[in-house]
Every structure is written in structure tokens, then in C-alpha cells.
């Protein structure tokens, strides 16, 4: 059985080990993984951590803010590094999935490469959990905070690796948070990928394109609070389809809903949504986001599709 006190007396020691009379950074998007080994991190060697929020322009709505305010009521030391421009230009003229994810994580560590710098740090906190090393293994999906797996050697930079949950899943990290006393908004917060936004933005990712994506977002998940789920998502497609806008034929985005149940994140089953519910998400985004013309939901479940569309 899993006993997160343990568990947090073992990495705090383990982490405090590691990094002794050092300077570590850890990049904070708000997500459980960053922000338990962020706080735990810090319970081992307070103001000697700089937690990181890189915005990326690749957030939901107000999340930048969110994370900040958290951080700050905690009195730990944490910076905000607007990185928008350069996430973009990266992305730009990009729609493989596999090479969107390579463009955000060289951008990603580019920019953390350079805080590291300015901070002077010689260890880098990632919160690296179970589940991304075992999807990284099996060849699903390459994870951006694998560093071995993108031909990166901390060693070379003079850095020291600390991933505090490595040997964890989703789960175990939930409770470890509330250990911490990691406040629900984030500590049940459902998991959202590394690369945010571009991930469910099929096609080239675009300011425009991810600012119809962070609208779609926003209403499934306002719409869906009361569903039981492990992920609630919206996805905008590649394809166009046609619509009726004022009576006359329009050409517009097509969004996809997608909720499913899971454990661990290796396997996962779609929801069965009240009709309802659907029928509400559909008529919120077509109308709040003239844009987009058609809304469908996923049946799949995880395989044969992953819970992510890329």
C-alpha cells in the first residue's frame, strides 16, 4: 500500500541529497506532476529552488495567472518568462505530430536552457511521472520531458537531473499532493500535456488557431464539470466542413469533444456523456465561436486511440 508520507520523508531527503549546497529550476505549468515536485522540492531546500512558468501562449484561459498566485501565496521563489513569440515561430508551417512535439520541447528547453543560466542553477527538477517513462518505452508517444530520448545529456551542461516522482503513477502523485496540502484546483486537477494547446490542434499551430482551441476548451470544460472523468478535451481538426451562417453557406472548423475514464493513462475508456450535456457543449461553441461549424464526440478508447489525438 502507498503511503505518501513516507514517500515525501524519502525524496525530500533524496532531493535535499542531490542538490545540497546547489541551485535547482523546475518548470511549473500548473499541472499535479510540476507542482508537487515543485512544493516538495522546496520543502527541501526552500528559496534554493526557482519555480519557472514558461507561457508559451499555449495555456488555457487565466492559467498563467493561476499558477503565479499560487506560487507567490507560497512564498517560493517563482518567475514568469513570456516565450510566446518564440513557441509560435517554432510551430510555424509544422502539422506533423511528431514534429510539433520535437519544435516545442527545442524551444521549451531553449528557454529553460537560458533561465538556468541567468539563475545560475546546476540541477534541473522535472516532474518526469511512471506512465511517461512506460509510454516513452513502448514507442506511443515521445514525452517532452524524457531528456534521453531527444539526444540531450545534462551532464554536458553541468547539470544534475532531479525527477522526485519518476517511479509514481497519476494516482500516487494525487495523494502525495494532498500530503503536501496542494490545494484541490491543483492537486485533482486533470492531466494536461506538456506542449498544452498545440497538442490538440490538429494542422498548424497558429495564435489564431490555438485562441479558437483555448475558446472550445473552456466551454467543454465548464460544461462537463460534473462528469466524472480523467480527461475532458476539446479538439479543433485540420479539415474544414461546411455550415449555414445568417442563411449562406459558410466554411468553418470543426471541434471534437472528447472525455474519457482511466486509471493510469495507459489504457482509458470514452465517457458516456448525457446527451444533454452534448447537446449543450455543441450549441455553446457553435454559437460563442461562429468559426467553428460542426462538433462531434469520440467514442474511442485508449487503444486502439491514444487519449490525446497527437
Not at 534554493?48 to 493561476?66: K, N, T, W
Request: hydrophobic share 40%; proline share 5%.
Amino acid at each position: 500500500m502507498f503511503e505518501p508520507e513516507k514517500f515525501i520523508e524519502r525524496q525530500v531527503d533524496k532531493v535535499k541529497g542531490t542538490i545540497g549546497e546547489g541551485k535547482a529550476v523546475i518548470a511549473v505549468s500548473g499541472g499535479v506532476d510540476s507542482t508537487v515536485c515543485a512544493v516538495l522540492t522546496h520543502r527541501a531546500v526552500g528559496d534554493r529552488l526557482v519555480a519557472v512558468f514558461i507561457d508559451d501562449g499555449l495555456m488555457r484561459e487565466g492559467e498563467a495567472e493561476q499558477v503565479m498566485n499560487f506560487f507567490e501565496a507560497r512564498n517560493m521563489n517563482a518567475r514568469r518568462v513570456d516565450a510566446a513569440d518564440e513557441f509560435f515561430d517554432a510551430l510555424k508551417g509544422i502539422v506533423d505530430p511528431e514534429e510539433k512535439r520535437k519544435a516545442f520541447r527545442n524551444t521549451f528547453y531553449g528557454v529553460l536552457a537560458r533561465v538556468v543560466r541567468e539563475e545560475n542553477a546546476n540541477c534541473l527538477v522535472q516532474g518526469t511521472i511512471a506512465a511517461d517513462v512506460a509510454e516513452t518505452v513502448k514507442g506511443i508517444k515521445t514525452q517532452h520531458n524524457i531528456l534521453e530520448q531527444i539526444g540531450i545529456d545534462p551532464g554536458s551542461y553541468g547539470l544534475t537531473i532531479v525527477e522526485p516522482l519518476r517511479e509514481i503513477y497519476k494516482p500516487e502523485v494525487r495523494e502525495v499532493a494532498r500530503s503536501l496540502e496542494v490545494p484541490a484546483e491543483f492537486s485533482e486537477r486533470p492531466p494536461f500535456p506538456g506542449p498544452g494547446l498545440a497538442t490538440r490542434v490538429l494542422g498548424e499551430v497558429t495564435p489564431e488557431r490555438v485562441e479558437i482551441e483555448r475558446r472550445a476548451t473552456k466551454i467543454v470544460e465548464e460544461e462537463t464539470s460534473d462528469v466524472e472523468s480523467f480527461q475532458s478535451m476539446a479538439v479543433l481538426m485540420n479539415d474544414r466542413a461546411t455550415g449555414i451562417r445568417e442563411g449562406k453557406r459558410a466554411y468553418g472548423y470543426i471541434i471534437v469533444v472528447r472525455l474519457v475514464e482511466s486509471k493510469d493513462a495507459i489504457t482509458a475508456e470514452a465517457v458516456n456523456v448525457p446527451w444533454e450535456v452534448l447537446k449543450r457543449i455543441g450549441k455553446r461553441i457553435t454559437t460563442e465561436i461562429p468559426e467553428v461549424v460542426h462538433v462531434l464526440y469520440s467514442l474511442t478508447d485508449k487503444p486502439p486511440a491514444t487519449i490525446e489525438f497527437q
